[in-house]
């Protein structure tokens, strides 16, 4: 590992930090991804749904679905993906949403308004952005999935990886690097 390589994931390591400071003060919280998702974003959002309930209990996590339709056919089968919620159904305000997959705002269609009414936003994402938003943005152009950046949280709190939680992980990584083909 180079001095860049350790530069950013002490950044990370910070971030990461700050990002359980604002779950350890919500109680409410959302995790969302993009309109249309794919793999990635379900597969990450279900998971860190998981470790978030796992890590600190008690604390009310939803997942929401940034458009009316419904989980796409493919992804059905992750665990937890009955528990979705349409953004355009929430009608709550959450203490936290968490933004996974994605550093621009309006493509989270629907749940733009529920991270408007939110009180803190954190980011943990893969896509370059150069207007990251929100109280924390953790934004990894270098990892190959969001999924990647969840399962790197998952070991900063010592998670206990259940077969669910592998699952959703490695749909999400299995979908952004295209079977694991991609560069």
Not at 70 to 98: M, N, Q, W
Request: glycine residues 8%.
């Amino acid at each position: 590992m180079n001095a860049g390589d350790e530069n950013v994931f002490a950044e990370q390591r910070e971030k990461f930090g700050r990002i359980c400071a604002l779950i350890d003060d919500a109680t409410e919280i959302v995790v969302c991804a993009h309109t249309d998702p794919d793999g990635d974003a379900l597969g990450s959002g279900l998971a860190l749904a998981q470790i978030i309930s796992q890590h600190w209990v008690g604390k009310h996590v939803t997942n929401l679905l940034a458009d009316d339709a419904p989980v796409p056919r493919l992804y059905r089968f992750l665990p937890g993906a009955e528990s979705f919620v349409h953004a355009s159904d929430y009608a709550g305000t959450p203490d936290l949403f968490i933004v996974v997959d994605l550093s621009v705002a309006p493509r989270l269609n629907k749940a733009q308004p529920v991270l408007e009414r939110s009180r803190h936003i954190a980011i943990m994402d893969h896509h370059p952005s150069t207007t990251p938003f929100g109280d924390v943005a953790l934004i990894r152009p270098d990892a190959a999935a969001a999924g990647v950046v969840i399962a790197e949280f998952g070991l900063f709190l010592g998670a206990h990886f259940t077969v669910d939680i592998a699952n959703c992980l490695f749909c999400a990584i299995v979908t952004d690097t295209g079977r694991f083909q991609y560069q």
